[in-house]
């Protein structure tokens, strides 16, 4: 196994608010890692971290073994490709030529290329028929898809993304996540933040539990989706058990009113 | 594909038109049997006033779109302007300071660091305070008229006549300019255009998001400040040229977007050439509307600007 990742003492804090405190973390090349934990847990800042986008203030980030502060922003672009949570549209553009900006890395300023790679892209995506639509125009699921598209178009080795699937319904939620699936299964590595424990417990190969800025366990989602972890970092009683079907791990909160009917 | 030579050929159509008119009328109308025979005099006026008139025109129009254009992309703003964020304010006071202290040829340079004064303070307002882009839009109004009250009081205690109509054309006027800064602020501003169209998939990226462009490898910080820098050069040039002259910077980027998209690689160019193209009309009514009286082409960019720009803020659904 490569190592793409390796994380030692990593601490972060914006002011005096300490978000991330001391995580020690390794990724492999072609990981499906899952970033889970309850809301103000950490987990975007970390991705950002890892995005380069935001500066930590204790601690070291290798990247291939290379410290990530001393690879330049545009190197780094051509392996890395990011996905916030949410873009918002200043003005609208047509679909082909927001794909077409993932080419920047390689091309800078004032560099230009044929459209055609776009083209071949959107083949493999099946958005084709959106290429000439504007953005606003595309339903959330679609958008999403695009916003993927462009990663790849990056040519992005590893891809971090930060809740691809919210706002979507449970349709898109697997069709975007088995779009990572398979570029995962192409070699990629996939990072990214997840609401859905069970989407997490489908597609992850690896899952890192935060809780309070910190790692309360990394694992695969057999070790860490747990009902004594969940349980404790989600403080909430959940029901864990493994699909017959799927054979993965399934997770379900238990509402406080049914869980008062066993107290009698 | 159709439709695209149509909207290029209405361009062009648009340029010529406005040039022409630019030429022939005015206070001395030119009919087209007159322009085959011209007198010595005729071609005085054409050579001496109104081709080097047209050609301000055009280079404040287009200077001030274009300015207008990338402002808009790294405020993510679309009422951003020189003229809504008070840089152009913030230049008249430069220049009007110029004058007091008698560095009549350094005023550029005046105006330059006036904008650069204003637009630096207008930023640390909407940075400490928090401001959404509505607020510092009214902010960069205020500090407008701010600056043209400083403007007014300084040349009224001066009671030096001549300087009364030397600062007069800050109001916008085309009538004054000065023939030396009309040559280099052309080429300055064209300069300054030909490196904004190729850095045209820069303003893309970071007007979609920053964070965004920063993992795309975009600078954001230094691509925003040389931004600020270009921007407030080119208004400044335009400020010294022909006053303040409002709203060029807001409605034409808007009319170009919604006509040609908004891919920046389109919108900086077509923005050159309409905004050029809709000053020197502007300037056209404004000397025959009532001829042969000429009336300050602030007036007529006011007026139409202003109706334009609340039918924008009336018509948009979108929150800014």
């Known amino acids: 196994m490569v190592e793409i990742y390796k994380i030692e003492n990593l601490s972060f804090s914006y002011g005096k608010n300490e978000v991330l405190k001391n995580i020690n973390l390794s990724i492999d090349k072609g990981d499906f890692v899952g970033i889970v934990g309850p809301n103000g847990s950490g987990k975007t800042t970390f991705l950002k971290i890892l995005a380069k986008i935001l500066t930590p203030n204790k601690g070291n980030i290798f990247y291939k073994g290379k410290e990530l502060k001393k690879i330049k922003n545009i190197e780094y672009a051509r392996e890395v490709g990011y996905l916030p949570s949410e873009i918002k549209f200043t003005f609208d553009i047509k679909v082909k030529d927001f794909l077409i900006l993932g080419r920047y890395p390689f091309l800078g300023r004032f560099r230009e290329e044929s459209e055609d790679f776009v083209y071949e892209i959107g083949e493999i995506f099946n958005i084709k028929d959106f290429f000439e639509n504007k953005i606003s125009q595309l339903s959330e699921g679609e958008k999403q898809r695009i916003y993927i598209a462009q990663i790849i178009v990056q040519n992005s080795e590893t891809i971090l993304l930060d809740e691809p699937t919210s706002h979507l319904d449970i349709g898109y939620q697997f069709g975007i996540m088995d779009i990572l699936k398979k570029l995962n299964d192409n070699g990629k590595t996939i990072i990214c933040i997840l609401h859905d424990l069970n989407i997490s417990a489908c597609y992850c190969s690896k899952i890192i539990l935060l809780n309070k800025g910190e790692i309360y366990k990394v694992g695969s989602p057999e070790e860490v989706l747990t009902y004594e972890n969940i349980e404790v970092v989600y403080n909430t009683k959940v029901l864990v058990y493994k699909n017959p079907f799927t054979e993965k791990i399934n997770v379900f909160g238990i509402p406080s009113y049914i869980l008062k009917k066993f107290d009698n | ?320």
């Not at chain 2, 701010?146 to 001066?158: A, G, H």
């Not at chain 2, 040229?241 to 389109?266: C, E, Y």
């Open chain 2, 1 to 320: 594909m159709k439709r695209e030579i149509f909207k290029n050929l209405f361009l062009f159509f648009i340029f010529i038109f406005a040039i022409y008119s630019g030429i022939f009328f005015g206070s001395e109308i030119y009919s087209f049997k007159k322009i085959l025979n011209l007198s010595e005099i005729d071609k005085a006026i054409i050579y001496k006033i109104r081709i080097p008139r047209v050609t301000c025109a055009f280079i404040v129009g287009a200077g001030l779109s274009i300015s207008g254009v990338v402002l808009q992309s790294v405020l993510k703003n679309p009422l951003a302007e020189s003229y809504t964020l008070g840089i152009s304010g913030g230049a008249s006071l430069g220049i009007v300071i110029g004058i007091l202290t008698g560095n009549i040829y350094l005023i550029p340079l005046f105006a330059f660091i006036g904008s650069i004064f204003s637009l630096f303070l207008i930023l640390s307002i909407s940075i400490i305070k928090k401001l959404s882009t509505s607020s510092i839009i009214l902010a960069g109004i205020s500090l407008n008229f701010i600056f043209s009250s400083l403007v007014l009081f300084l040349i009224s205690v001066s009671n030096y006549e001549k300087f009364y109509s030397t600062v007069l054309f800050l109001f916008g006027d085309l009538s004054s300019f000065s023939t030396k800064i009309l040559i280099y602020s052309g080429i300055i501003i064209f300069i300054c255009f030909i490196f904004l169209y190729f850095s045209g998939k820069v303003y893309d990226i970071i007007s979609i998001d920053e964070e965004k462009a920063k993992t795309l490898g975009v600078n954001v910080n230094f691509e925003k400040n040389l931004t600020y820098f270009i921007s407030c050069l080119i208004s400044s040039l335009c400020v010294s040229l022909s006053g303040i002259i409002g709203f060029v910077g807001l409605i034409i980027p808007h009319i170009v977007r919604s006509i040609f998209g908004s891919i920046h690689k389109k919108v900086i160019p077509f923005s050159f050439i309409i905004g050029g193209s809709f000053l020197i009309l502007c300037d056209t009514i404004s000397r025959v509307i009532i001829r042969p009286v000429e009336i300050p082409v602030g007036v007529i960019t006011g007026f139409f600007g202003g109706i334009f720009f609340l039918v924008l803020l009336f018509k948009t659904e979108k929150i800014w």
